[in-house]
């Protein structure tokens, strides 16, 4: 087994299911390893990118190795595409398995393996790298969005901290009934609120349902027509996140244009603070890809937002 420092920290990713699982794994690790109860923080890529790095070790998941954390005594374990190498950090790195199972691997290695522990990490497996031709698929985006519903730590604390407690937990089932009702409806509005920005991509706005699934339905019926599609959002701070979704790898090119990054076909980026509406957005998108700028229309979104408290 690979050497791992006591780390002073753990540092994961706040977003979805596969820096919760990754996170709440190395502390399993670090209790296993050096006997200690880790402190556990979790970013979102916008805040991390601002965070100092102080501390002398650190083991770091799902978050994209950069150089500023070539640190010696620091241990990163991602599967982001990076230009970076490390001199001083110990980066375990694969594209081709998410975070969460290459911390499982260590953990494995280490004695920490249980049939509940297989079955979460191979929903976090599937779901964060959008294996859609899975037979577990739809139980995969079930559990992904116990995240994307409940966020990071109001979950955390409802199992505890206990990551088997996540297995089969009651909270899926409303997940089940969520996709099977909110998908279909928002699937059939989203089809007829689509704004092209050029030949090749275009935003599509979300009113319910699942995003992710919704924009990869979308991208299967519009092949050869879009080959990305963007979705907007509004955080509570007033700035524009962009999420990216393709199937030919050209999500992650779009998403460094914009000063952000990603996955080949799963990417995103935070808009400029000048942009804090989405009718503003488009048209920054337009400046950025598009030649001839369109006139945009009223978004009925922008109302929506209008309305709703973060």
């Given at each position: 087994m690979v050497f791992l420092p006591e780390p002073e920290i753990i540092l994961?990713?706040?977003?979805?299911?596969?820096?919760?699982?990754?996170?709440?794994?190395?502390?399993?690790?670090?209790?296993?390893?050096?006997?200690?109860?880790?402190?556990?923080?979790?970013?979102?890529?916008e805040a991390w990118s601002k965070r100092q790095l102080l501390e002398h070790t650190a083991w770091v998941c799902d978050l994209t190795f950069e150089k500023r954390m070539d640190k010696p005594s620091w241990v990163v374990i991602d599967h982001h595409q990076t230009a970076d190498r490390p001199t001083h950090t110990q980066l375990i790195h694969s594209t081709e398995k998410s975070a969460s199972l290459l911390c499982y691997e260590l953990c494995?290695?280490?004695?920490?393996?249980?049939?509940?522990?297989?079955?979460?990490?191979?929903?976090?497996?599937?779901?964060?790298l959008f294996l859609e031709d899975d037979p577990d698929f739809e139980i995969a985006t079930d559990y992904a969005n116990l995240v994307k519903s409940y966020t990071f730590w109001k979950l955390y604390y409802v199992i505890e901290g206990q990551l088997e407690r996540l297995f089969d937990h009651p909270l899926l089932k409303v997940m089940e009934v969520k996709r099977q009702i909110e998908n279909p409806i928002g699937l059939d509005w989203s089809r007829e609120n689509i704004t092209p920005i050029n030949d090749e991509i275009a935003v599509v706005e979300i009113a319910v349902g699942n995003g992710n699934l919704i924009v990869h339905q979308l991208l299967k019926e519009f092949e050869g027509k879009y080959?990305?599609?963007?979705?907007?959002?509004?955080?509570?701070?007033?700035?524009?996140?962009?999420?990216?979704?393709?199937?030919?790898?050209?999500?992650?090119?779009?998403a460094h244009k914009l000063g952000g990054g990603g996955h080949p076909n799963a990417a995103g980026a935070t808009l400029p603070k000048s942009v804090r509406s989405i009718n503003e957005a488009i048209t920054y998108l337009e400046a950025i890809f598009k030649t001839e700028p369109v006139h945009t229309q009223i978004n009925p979104l922008d109302d929506l937002f209008k309305g709703l408290k973060f």
């Open positions: 994961t990713h706040e977003s979805d299911l596969d820096g919760f699982v990754s996170g709440l794994l190395l502390r399993k690790l670090a209790r296993q390893l050096h006997g200690i109860d880790c402190e556990l923080q979790a970013w979102n890529n494995k290695e280490a004695g920490i393996q249980s049939p509940e522990l297989d079955k979460i990490v191979h929903y976090s497996n599937i779901a964060d080959g990305v599609l963007m979705t907007l959002y509004r955080k509570s701070n007033a700035s524009v996140v962009v999420s990216m979704r393709s199937r030919q790898g050209q999500a992650l090119k779009v």
